[in-house]
C-alpha cells in the first residue's frame, strides 16, 4: 500500500457506503483523516464500513444541493464517488442525469463557494467505448455508448470547466473494473468477479455473456482506493485526468478459468447471449500519466487480488449463512 497520512485532514466521501467507497472511507479513517460519507443507501450499506471505525455518516443524496452545500464547507477535501450504476442508469436514464451530472455539478458548485483544497472524481473508462488503439491512453478520443458513459463523462468534463474557470482544484480518475472485497454480487453492476464467486459457492455455473474472448483492465480495490487518494491530495492532479488501471488485459475466459482454480472448483462455465451494456469488446488501458505524475503503480496481482477476493467472499458468505458448504467440498 502507498504511504499516506491523513492525519487530521477532513473528507467528505460521497457514496461512501458503496463498494469502492466503503474502502477508501477505511482507508483513510486508518490513515488519520475526520470521514464524513454522504450516501442515500440505494446501493451502499453502513455495514460494508468496519463498525470498530468512527466516521460521520449523513445519509441524503448528492441531489440536495443544500446539504452537498453544507457538507462540502465542513471537508478539506471531497472524495466524489456517488452514482447511479450502469444498470440504473440504463433502465432510468433520467435518475442517472440527476444524480451523476446533477449531483457532480452540486459538489463542485460547493467546492467553489468553499474553497475547497481538492476534488477528486471517480469517472469510469465506459468513456471510451470502443477504443481505436490499446492500451488505451488519455489521448483516445471518448465515445460514449450508454446514458452512464454520458454521465460519467459530462462529471469530468464539469471538473475540467470548474478548474479552468474558477480554479477550483478537481482532477478525475477513470477507474476500469475495479474488484475486491465488499462487492456485493445482490448488486446487478458488481462486475463479473463477485457473480462468478457466487456461482462456484453455490455450485451452479457461472454465466458469461457472449463467447468470452471480451477483454478488460481489472483493477484491485485497494491499488483503486490508494490511487484515488493520492489523485486527492496531489496538486499536480489538479485539472487532470488520469486512467486507472494495470495495463494488463485478460479475457473473461481467463478470468473464469482463474477463479475456479483458486475457489477448487471443476464446474464449467455455461455462454449465454450478450447483453445490451456489454458492447465494448476489448479494453486495457495505458497508465503512464498516473504512473509518471502521481508515481503511482498497482501492487496486487490479478492472481493474489482474486485470492484475496475470495478470501473475503468465503469468510461473509459463512457468516451469512453458518451451514454454508463451499460447492468443492459437497
Ligand atoms: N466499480 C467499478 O468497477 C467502477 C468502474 C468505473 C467507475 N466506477 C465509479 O466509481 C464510483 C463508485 O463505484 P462503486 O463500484 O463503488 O459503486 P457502488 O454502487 O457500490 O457505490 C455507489 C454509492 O453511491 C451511493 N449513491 C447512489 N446514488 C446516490 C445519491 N444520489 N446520493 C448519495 N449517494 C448515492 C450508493 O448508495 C452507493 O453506496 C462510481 O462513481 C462509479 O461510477 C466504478
Known amino acids: ?13 460521497t457514496g461512501g457506503l458503496g463498494f469502492v467507497g466503503s474502502n477508501l472511507t477505511e482507508r483513510a479513517i486508518r490513515a488519520g483523516a475526520h470521514v464524513t460519507v454522504l450516501d442515500d443507501m440505494t446501493v451502499g450499506r453502513p455495514e460494508n464500513v468496519d463498525e470498530a471505525l468512527q466516521y460521520r455518516l449523513v445519509p441524503g443524496s448528492v441531489t440536495d444541493q443544500d446539504l452537498v452545500s453544507k457538507l462540502v464547507k465542513d471537508a478539506d477535501y471531497v472524495a466524489h464517488l456517488a ?40 469517472s469510469s473508462a465506459s468513456v471510451y467505448g470502443n477504443p481505436q488503439s490499446l492500451p488505451i491512453s488519455e489521448y483516445e478520443r471518448t465515445k460514449t455508448f450508454s446514458p452512464y458513459s454520458v454521465s460519467k463523462l459530462a462529471g469530468e468534463n464539469y471538473c475540467r470547466a470548474f478548474y479552468e474557470s474558477y480554479g477550483v482544484p478537481a482532477t ?74 494495470t495495463g494488463i488485459e485478460t479475457s473473461v475466459n481467463d478470468l473464469v478459468t482463474l477463479i475456479a482454480r483458486l475457489m477448487v472448483s471443476d464446474i464449467e462455465p455455461v455462454h449465454v447471449a450478450h447483453r445490451d451494456i456489454d458492447n465494448i469488446r476489448r479494453r486495457v488501458l495505458n497508465i503512464e500519466r498516473i504512473r509518471t505524475r502521481l508515481r503511482w503503480l498497482p501492487q496486487i496481482s490479478l492472481t493474489e487480488g482474486l485470492r484475496r477476493t475470495v478470501r473475503w467472499f468465503e469468510s461473509t458468505v459463512e457468516q451469512h449463512t453458518p451451514n454454508a458448504t463451499a460447492p468443492s467440498e459437497s
Open 83 to 122: 452514482a447511479r450504476n450502469i444498470i440504473v442508469s440504463t433502465a432510468n436514464p433520467r435518475s442517472d442525469y440527476d444524480v451523476n451530472i446533477g449531483g457532480t455539478l452540486n459538489v463542485l458548485m460547493a467546492a467553489r463557494e468553499h474553497g475547497t483544497r481538492q476534488v477528486v472524481y471517480s
Open 1 to 13: 500500500m502507498t504511504q499516506l497520512d491523513l492525519d487530521g485532514l477532513r473528507i467528505l466521501v
Open 172 to 245: 478525475a480518475v477513470r477507474y476500469s473494473n475495479v474488484y475486491g472485497p465488499k462487492q456485493d454480487p445482490q448488486n446487478p453492476y458488481c462486475g463479473v468477479v463477485s457473480k462468478f464467486m457466487e456461482a462456484f459457492h453455490e455450485g451452479r455455473r457461472p454465466q458469461i455473456h457472449g463467447d468470452g474472448q471480451q477483454t478488460r483492465d481489472f483493477t484491485y480495490v485497494d491499488d483503486a482506493v490508494d490511487a484515488t487518494l493520492l489523485a486527492m491530495l496531489s496538486p499536480k492532479a489538479e485539472g487532470t485526468v488520469f486512467n486507472l488501471g
